[in-house]
């Protein structure tokens, strides 16, 4: 009776054991295809910060405004293996500002949402990106202002590194073209054009 019990006991515990084995890793195993075990997993939402410096021109204007940036970016990636997909939106503020002669244009926000396909080395993927871009152009001559709100399109390439299970870092590439529209002070069509490179940090849930 003993061995019976014994056997029994082997038995449930062995599939306990396979059981577990089956359980995903990783909190945000759930929204991943294909992931091997123990493999870092870029799926599911996040949300994170960035820094970073754009420069560009002004079109049918000599102005070219560049400066520091900063904002929050959000996404949603889905993974296949080593592929993933995602949506990604961010809103920046931005500095960038030049004078030249009587004009000053600057651009005091802007934002965009963006497809992103990637390719993960477990926890280091290489990424592109594009899509929609919108912001405003503001510009300025002898006390008289005028402001924009235009939209575009955008694209770039970047990489990220997860460096914890929920934490990621990144540094991204865009070029941004924000399209013309005419500007009364300079009886013009004027848009921006500009790149950046900025610098993140992503929390994944």
Request: glycine share 18%; charged share 10%.
């Amino acid at each position: 009776m003993s061995r019976i019990a014994f056997a029994a006991g082997a038995l449930v515990a062995g599939l306990g054991s396979a059981q577990a084995a089956d359980i995903p890793y990783g909190s945000r195993a759930p929204y991943t295809v294909n992931q091997p075990l123990n493999a870092y997993s870029w799926a599911g939402p996040y949300l994170g910060g960035n820094v970073g410096y754009g420069w560009g021109s002004v079109g049918n204007n000599f102005t070219k405004p560049n400066g520091m940036l900063g904002g929050v970016q959000g996404g949603y990636n889905w993974q296949n293996g080593p592929f993933v997909f995602g949506l990604e939106a961010d809103i920046q503020a931005s500095g960038a500002n030049d004078t030249f002669a009587p004009w000053k244009f600057s651009n005091p926000w802007f934002g965009t949402v963006r497809g992103r396909v990637g390719y993960a080395l477990n926890n280091v993927m290489v990424y592109g990106t594009g899509g929609l871009a919108f912001g405003q152009l503001r510009g300025e001559t002898f006390g008289l202002s005028e402001s924009h709100t235009t939209a575009g399109w955008t694209a770039g390439v970047g990489a990220e590194f997860g460096f914890a299970q929920n934490w990621s870092a990144k540094i991204e590439y865009l070029y941004v073209d924000l399209s013309d529209s005419r500007f009364t002070i300079t009886g013009l069509p004027n848009g921006y054009q500009f790149g950046l490179v900025r610098v993140g940090v992503n929390y994944h849930f």
